[in-house]
């Protein structure tokens, strides 16, 4: 069987989907666009059931209104070939179900077994950190980075979600020497700690600036790269000011059509997977 990146096993994926399904997770870890080569993926590869969890996922982050719908497609592909899913996936499509459902509580359960199980997956690490993040859980989010900790000891991005989740608890001085040690492992992560850095420097971390970063990534891991990939919508709102007062207005190509006022950019690209 296939693995990724990580070493978690990826079933009925090869070639272009698991080399996809890797830039997923480690664009998604290191917060780089090519995470989002996750949806042309799902749409060439109907049978693989991660790819299809994957996107339904990267569309989630958009947290906008069409995100759910555009997620439930994928979700509804990964059922169709769930009987190929091995156990791991088999939670993290139960997670898009209940994400899809709204039920925030019930996907961070499901990936702290996840997480307890597989503690290699530092998606799912990552996932649960997202999500008690914006529910402004900064116990869970270390609580979650501590249980892969003892198998990921040399991994930068462990130690940057480690430092994040420090950080939040204003434990300043662990949450520095964490994100040194992620500066150390691997200088292509710096810039990544160097935020740590700053926070605990100034003593500070803006809630609005975090929120407004994840939702900017958030809408280019979810809405902006359907250009890229070949997969939209019809003509209408793609991506809109969300109620934190962003404006998501992401030029990605020639199909994408900025407008010179207001807050809605729209896409003239072949109709979405049904």
């Not at 499509?93 to 359960?109: S, Y």
């Not at 070949?230 to 207005?249: T, Y």
Request: hydrophobic residues 45%; glycine residues 6%.
């Amino acid at each position: 069987m296939a693995v990724d990146a990580l070493g978690n096993a990826v079933s009925r994926a090869e070639g272009a989907t698991l080399g996809a399904i890797d830039d997923f997770v480690t664009g998604f870890l290191a917060y780089e666009k090519r995470a989002a080569k996750i949806i042309a993926a799902a749409v060439a590869d109907p049978d693989s059931p991660l790819a299809n969890i994957y996107a339904g996922f990267t569309w989630m982050f958009l947290e906008a209104e069409i995100a759910n719908d555009m997620a439930r497609r994928y979700l509804t592909r990964a059922n169709a070939v769930a009987s190929s899913a091995n156990p791991r996936e088999l939670m993290l499509l139960a997670q898009l179900e209940r994400w899809v459902a709204n039920d925030v509580p019930a996907v961070q359960a499901i990936g702290e077994e996840i997480v307890r199980a597989h503690p290699r997956d530092l998606v799912s690490v990552k996932l649960h950190q997202y999500h008690s993040f914006n529910r402004g859980d900064a116990a869970g989010m270390l609580r979650i980075a501590q249980l892969a900790e003892a198998q990921n000891p040399d991994n930068a991005h462990l130690h940057g979600m480690l430092a994040f989740a420090h950080e939040q608890l204003h434990q300043l001085d662990t949450a520095e020497r964490e994100a040194r040690r992620e500066t150390d492992m691997s200088a292509a992560r710096a810039r990544r700690s160097r935020w740590a850095l700053a926070w605990t420097s100034l003593r500070y971390a803006s809630p609005l600036v975090v929120g407004a970063a994840a939702l900017l990534i958030g809408g280019a891991l979810g809405a902006g790269y359907v250009a890229v990939s070949g997969l939209g919508l019809s003509a209408g709102p793609v991506l809109r000011e969300d109620d934190r007062g962003v404006d998501l207005q992401l030029r990605l190509d020639d199909r994408l059509r900025l407008p010179t006022s207001g807050t809605q950019a729209v896409v003239d690209l072949p109709s979405p997977v049904k």
